[in-house]
């Protein structure tokens, strides 16, 4: 018998609840949740009388303890963060970990989550891909964790909110380069937004944005895809590099890089 189920709640649009997940709140001796104000709004519009208890960080600890006490009392739990999954940049990963360890039976109900909504829109590979959550605010930390990405050759899932979104647009491009990105503003909301684009492009896009949003980036291009580029003609190789919109200096350089040749060997190959 399941004694702990971690629910996902709406991520903008108050439908995207599932019947499941209605009833299993119905259904539960106590609903623990980030803020009761915002589960209290979705509680009532279902009709969920449910009683409720805060669970957020600051007092995660305390509410663990209390959770496995009520387990072990034979009380049924449901944990809800404020939207999405619980556990996903938000609190839920101790209680589920603590509940395991104490031999409860822990399920996970499908629904809502920003990250994987943004990530199967962005038109990026999304077979195989990294979920990062929220970089760190600092300038130089958050350079220090993407360029320990840089060589990751998968699609890549950012947390991002709107005062930060322009400098670690910036930022990815000045140690990502050329990668194709997406933003994903305002999911299942009146106002869902979409931006594909190069970084290299991004002054051609006003990134002052507003409301919630997730930046999906594209991998590093693969050994393999590289190794096919040095299988084509210079010029072919070349080619490429203008076509993912990288202006034709750069585009050299990155032909000479790939070759392991000198910039001047393409430059006069090129002008033949
Ligand atoms: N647990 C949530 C989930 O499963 O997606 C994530 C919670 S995290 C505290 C909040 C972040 O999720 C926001 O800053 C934003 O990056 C993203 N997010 C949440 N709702 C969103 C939406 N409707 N559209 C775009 N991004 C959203």
Redesign the pocket.
């Known amino acids: 018998m399941i004694s702990l189920y971690l629910v996902p709640t709406p991520?903008?649009n108050i439908d995207d609840m599932t019947f499941r997940s209605v009833k299993v709140l119905n259904e539960v001796d106590i609903i623990f949740c980030e803020d009761t104000r915002n589960t209290k709004v979705l509680l009532a519009h279902y009709n969920i009388t449910t009683p409720l208890k805060s669970y957020h960080i600051f007092n995660e600890d305390k509410r663990v303890d209390e959770i496995i006490d009520l387990l072990k009392e034979g009380k049924v739990i449901a944990l809800v963060?404020d939207?999405?999954?619980p556990g996903?940049?938000?609190p839920g990963y101790l209680v589920c970990k603590k509940a395991i360890e104490n031999g409860f039976d822990v399920t996970t109900l499908p629904g809502a989550?920003?990250?994987l909504t943004?990530l199967v829109t962005s038109g990026l590979p999304c077979d195989k891909f990294y979920f990062h959550g929220f970089l760190s605010h600092t300038k130089s930390q958050k350079i220090k964790e993407l360029e320990e990405l840089i060589d990751y050759d998968k699609t890549m899932i950012f947390?991002?909110?709107p005062h930060r979104i322009k400098e670690t647009i910036y930022t990815m491009k000045e140690v990502f380069k050329n990668r194709n990105v997406c933003i994903?503003?305002?999911?299942?909301?009146k106002y869902e937004e979409y931006l594909r684009f190069n970084l290299e492009d991004c002054d051609n896009y006003d990134l002052d944005l507003k409301g919630?949003?997730?930046i999906i980036c594209e991998g590093a291009k693969s050994k393999s895809i590289a190794l096919e580029l040095n299988n084509l003609s210079v010029e072919e190789h070349y080619e490429y590099y203008l076509q993912q919109n990288i202006a034709s200096m750069d585009a050299m350089k990155k032909v000479a890089k790939d070759r392991k040749i000198s910039k001047s060997v393409i430059y006069k190959q090129l002008q033949k």
Do not use: C, P, Q
């Open positions: 991520i903008g963060s939207a999405g999954y996903i940049s938000d989550t920003a990250s943004a947390y991002e909110s994903a503003r305002e999911l299942t909301k919630e949003m997730v």
